[in-house]
């Protein structure tokens, strides 16, 4: 008996101090502080932490902050870095809550059909017919589906041409640089010829990017393509006797005739072992 009024008296006390949590916090609701009565640079400071939805519902309130271009500029740039509308001449009525408002319904619609979400782009001219600006677009969008892009730049070579040259893998180790190239254009659903082509424009870039290499193009198409096959081998659970690393670089040796050397084919069967597939949808 006595351990049950011990426990009856420990839930009042959590009872009781949930409800001072609760009142406390309606408290610090009720004195949130009137945004117009704030320095602007304060005010704008404080919206700029919402998304365009909850900006909305900000402009519900405060009519005038909630609908600032300087707001709805730095949301548009967040989402769509580059597209052609960013350089038109602005007039009287432009908006920039306006621009968002038709760039996301063009990035939705291209999300569920590449061609009429491209289509919308051209008729409101956001962006101009041509193959860099469409490419500058599909580049820099951050929510745009990853599988319709590729299905889109499959029958846009001249665009995809344009993506290519807006890549910079300055720098990056081969296996990284194809992990990120394959999560701008995805990566088809098997070895074609499409995925032949893919690796082909990767190399050109590559090499364009990394002369101090002094590979051919030949041989990192070639060395391109073993780490490829060598991520289906360590990857898929189908394969019982994973390839070795001394066994991968015996391959590449012999596929390249000695063009590489077997200390940088060493440190991409590691990399590929201990980060994963550098395209993991080719198998």
């Known amino acids: 008996m006595g351990q049950m009024l011990r426990r009856v008296q420990e839930l009042e006390k959590e009872v009781g101090s ?14 949130f502080p009137d945004l117009t009565q704030l320095p602007p640079e304060i005010s704008l400071l404080v919206l700029s932490n919402l998304n365009a939805t909850d900006l909305c519902l900000a402009a519900c309130v405060w009519q005038d902050l909630g609908n600032d271009e300087i707001l709805w500029h730095s949301l548009c740039r967040n989402q769509w870095q580059m597209v052609s509308a960013y350089k038109k ?43 860099y600006e469409i490419a500058c677009y599909l580049h820099t969008c951050r929510n745009i589906d990853i599988e ?10 001249d665009v995809l041409d344009e993506i290519m040259k807006l890549q910079n893998f300055e720098n990056q180790f081969l296996p990284n640089a194809l992990r990120r190239f394959f999560r701008e254009t995805a990566t088809p659903g098997e070895r074609n010829d499409y995925l032949s082509m893919l690796v082909k424009k990767f190399v050109q870039r590559f090499c ?8 051919s193009q030949d041989t990192l198409y070639v060395v391109c393509f073993s780490l490829i096959m060598l991520s289906v081998d360590l990857t898929s659970p189908q394969i019982k006797n994973k390839m070795s690393k001394r066994e991968f670089i015996r391959n590449v040796r012999r596929a390249v005739m000695n063009g590489v050397d077997d200390e940088f084919v060493g440190h991409l069967y590691d990399n590929v072992y201990l980060v994963g597939h550098v395209a993991p949808k080719a198998s």
């Open 18 to 31: 949930k409800n001072h949590i609760s009142n406390s916090h309606v408290s610090i609701c009720k004195k």
């Open 89 to 131: 001449v602005m007039d009287g009525t432009f908006s920039y809550k306006k621009l968002y408002m038709q760039l996301d319904e063009a990035t939705l619609t291209f999300n569920a059909d590449p061609n009429l979400g491209i289509e919308y782009l051209l008729k409101n001219k956001l962006v101009d017919d041509d193959p």
């Open 148 to 157: 319709k892009k590729r299905l889109y730049v499959s029958k846009r070579p």
């Open 208 to 215: 364009v990017c990394n002369p101090q290499l002094q590979l």
